[in-house]
Nanobody, 124 residues
Framework: QVQLVESGGGLVQAGGSLRLSCAASGRTFSSYAMGWFRQAPGKEREFVGTINYSGQVTNYADSVKGRFTISRDNAKNTVYLQMNSLKPEDTAVYYC?????????????????WGQGTQVTVSS
């Protein structure tokens, strides 16, 4: 069983930055790939980015590529999402998710554990 708790969301102006954190419980964190997803009101939950078990492989949605960076600290059981050059269309609830596999995936159904989400609001 893995429990995930996101933090770091908030209100920021367009062009600003935020760093989200996701703290995981359990001793198996370092063997899991992790993902970040987001869901805006009235829209489907969409892929943002993913990182493999070691942190050496990352993949991003085209909409955030070059602006967002995922990293992880396995010693702290934590994964991060650094978001720069934020845009109003980045406004959403952001979720971290754990996949019981060391390999990355952009498919939300591949993830078995989810956090409660943290709100990110970008004002224009």
């Amino acid at each position: 069983q893995v429990q995930l708790v996101e933090s770091g969301g908030g209100l920021v102006q367009a062009g600003g930055s935020l760093r989200l954190s996701c703290a995981a419980s359990g001793r198996t964190f370092s063997s899991y790939a992790m993902g970040w997803f987001r869901q805006a009101p009235g829209k489907e939950r969409e892929f943002v980015g993913t990182i493999n078990y070691s942190g050496q492989v990352t993949n991003y949605a085209d909409s955030v590529k070059g602006r967002f960076t995922i990293s992880r600290d396995n010693a702290k059981n934590t994964v991060y999402l650094q978001m720069n050059s934020l845009k109003p269309e980045d406004t959403a609830v952001y979720y971290c998710a754990a996949r019981v596999s060391p390999r990355t995936s952009w498919v939300k159904y591949d993830y078995g554990y989810w956090g409660q989400g943290t709100q990110v609001t970008v004002s224009s």
